[in-house]
């Protein structure tokens, strides 16, 4: 079975995130999901967690503990990704588990794919510019989505391309 990594950031959107995992298990993709630690706040874990049947992951295991029992990824996916995490991403930092995984998979090939949530004060400014064109040079893929005015993502939050996500997903992991 494959497996894809979902990784959640704090927008709006990953209230419904539970969507994606469905996506992927009905795609019949296993699906395991990070969380950073603002998108943990965002996203209901409780049913992530009972939709995918694994823990959702906010941070690193603390020394001495065993290795998580999580079998490697065919995919990756960052959704909602913020404009903060795409810059993070971009310039090498990995402040939260979340960040710190979503970086060893681009480095290790591992197809990437982002899914950005971000309104157009952040996106038209040069560090996010940069920072797109930074990780497609590393190979990730971007899911295009129009941006919001600031303050009006609420009210698109439901209208998120889950399932666009996943079969972009299952795509670019086999070719």
């Not at 995992?21 to 009972?50: K, M, R, S, Y």
């Amino acid at each position: 079975m494959k497996v894809v990594y979902l990784i959640i950031c704090g927008a709006g959107p990953a209230m419904h995130a539970v969507k994606f995992v469905q996506a992927a298990h009905a795609a019949g993709w296993d699906c395991h999901v990070i969380a950073t630690p603002t998108g943990a706040n965002f996203a209901d874990l409780d049913a992530l967690e009972a939709t995918s049947g694994h823990p959702v992951t906010t941070e690193h295991r603390k020394p001495g503990t065993p290795r998580r029992d999580r079998p490697d990824a065919n995919a990756v996916v960052i959704a909602p990704a913020t404009a903060n995490t795409i810059c993070k991403l971009a310039a090498g930092i990995a402040d939260t588990y979340a960040l710190d995984v979503a970086s060893e998979h681009i480095g290790l090939g591992i197809p990437t794919l982002v899914v950005p949530f971000a309104n157009s004060a952040l996106t038209g400014r040069a560090p996010y510019k940069r920072a797109i064109a930074t990780l497609a040079e590393e190979d990730v893929i971007f899911l295009e989505i129009p941006e919001h005015k600031p303050h009006h993502g609420g009210p698109i939050s439901e209208q998120f391309p889950w399932r666009e996500a996943m079969a972009k997903a299952a795509k670019v992991a086999t070719t």
